[in-house]
């Protein structure tokens, strides 16, 4: 059996994992039940679209269900101290400043499994994560995007 990636997560990421956890096990897996029942009084159940679909989603939330408890079995949970301030590390919230425009742009770098770009929270697996893990403030980062290569000033590190 092939060894397994260590999944690290903050304890942010670990909350918004068992709140999804819970969400998924209480709501939607009734609401599934539910047109599953409802769909029923459709037809022959071989012929029956709306039950298909019902059975569909209800795989896939059982699935979710199983992929979220094993993430949370294994993973293991940055506490305050493991997060670093005086380098960029796993956890660590971080603030730059674009050398072309000026723009600034603050982040927490998570691992991948709680990874959300839209949400500022960027992975240290993702081209700008590994750039910039180990960096300290005042570093000058060359990162290559689609776009190009940006050059970023880190300004502050913080938990």
Do not use: C
């Given at each position: 059996m092939a060894q397994e990636a260590e999944i690290i997560l903050t304890p942010r990421g670990h909350d918004k994992i068992e709140r999804r956890l819970?969400?998924?096990?209480?709501?939607?897996?009734?609401?599934?039940?539910?047109?599953?029942?409802d769909s029923?009084?459709?037809?022959?159940?071989?012929e029956n679209a709306e039950y298909e679909d019902a059975k569909t989603e209800q795989a896939l939330v059982e699935s979710q269900i199983s992929e979220l408890r094993r993430v949370l079995q294994i993973a293991?949970?940055?506490?305050?101290?493991?997060?670093?301030?005086?380098?960029v590390g796993l956890g660590s919230i971080v603030k730059m400043t674009?050398?072309?425009?000026?723009?600034?742009?603050?982040?927490?770098?998570v691992g991948?499994?709680?990874?959300?770009?839209?949400?500022?929270?960027?992975?240290?697996?993702?081209?700008?994560?590994?750039?910039l893990v180990g960096?300290?403030?005042?570093?000058v980062v060359s990162i290559n995007v689609p776009n190009g290569i940006v050059r970023y000033r880190?300004?502050?590190i913080r938990k």
């Open positions: 819970e969400y998924l096990k209480n709501v939607q897996r009734r609401e599934v039940a539910e047109r599953i029942r029923k009084q459709f037809g022959d159940l071989t293991h949970v940055l506490t305050e101290e493991d997060i670093p301030t005086d380098y674009n050398m072309d425009t000026g723009d600034t742009w603050e982040f927490t770098l991948s499994v709680e990874a959300d770009p839209d949400n500022d929270l960027i992975s240290d697996e993702s081209p700008i994560g590994e750039a960096r300290k403030v005042g570093d880190i300004d502050s």
